[in-house]
């Protein structure tokens, strides 16, 4: 009997301290999806079209990675039985596990739109060099200053996808982490 209480209180740790690392990863998403939405907000187009498939590409997998961020939350909130104020409220009905694998293959698809965009961003970088040479090496005031105008919108764009990415790379990998500790303790727990 002993050993079954001692099973028992040790699966209940193990539960009560997985739930508390993913409340706090789920803490952290919110502020990296914060970071992301005030890079979309200051995102603006070049008028380049190689240089704005790649913003736009990274803008597309951050507006992914914001939606999975909230859908997130909303679902560990669910499952937890709290509603948004963080009121516990046992009438709530918890998301099944095929809702949680649906969620991860959802997650999975962020990171195909991240390589997608990542696998934009060399060929925008060059353009973006290769548009700056070109307005170095105008004769006419009026194209110079058009050019280096165009220019700069366009190192402005790179730069967006390069502070960007890194956050949707770790954002993406937190959800995975997060989406696939809580299948596994849906699935050990028997708690379907």
Do not use: H
């Not at 502020?31 to 187009?45: F, G």
């Not at 998301?95 to 698809?109: I, Y």
């Not at 058009?146 to 764009?157: D, G, I, N, R, Y």
């Amino acid at each position: 009997m002993k050993k079954y209480v001692l099973m028992l209180m040790s699966f209940f740790m193990m539960v009560c301290s997985a739930n508390a690392q993913i409340k706090d990863d789920i803490q952290k998403s919110k502020e990296r999806a914060a970071k992301l939405q005030t890079l979309c907000d200051d995102y603006k187009a070049s008028g380049n079209a190689n240089v704005d498939g790649y913003g736009d590409a990274v803008k597309n997998a951050a507006i992914l990675a914001i939606a999975n961020s909230v859908q997130l939350e909303n679902m560990y909130k669910r499952q937890i039985g709290e509603t948004q104020d963080g009121v516990t409220d046992v009438t709530i009905t918890k998301p099944t596990l095929d809702e949680w694998v649906t969620f991860a293959a959802t997650v999975a698809g962020e990171a195909a739109s991240i390589k997608t965009a990542t696998d934009k961003v060399q060929a925008a970088a060059n353009e973006a060099k290769k548009m700056a040479e070109e307005a170095s090496k105008q004769k006419n005031p009026m194209k110079a200053a058009k050019a280096v105008k165009t220019a700069k919108a366009a190192t402005v764009v790179v730069e967006f996808g390069n502070i960007a990415t890194p956050i949707l790379v770790e954002e993406s990998a937190a959800q995975a982490k997060a989406v696939k500790e809580i299948i596994e303790t849906l699935k050990s727990g028997k708690n379907l």
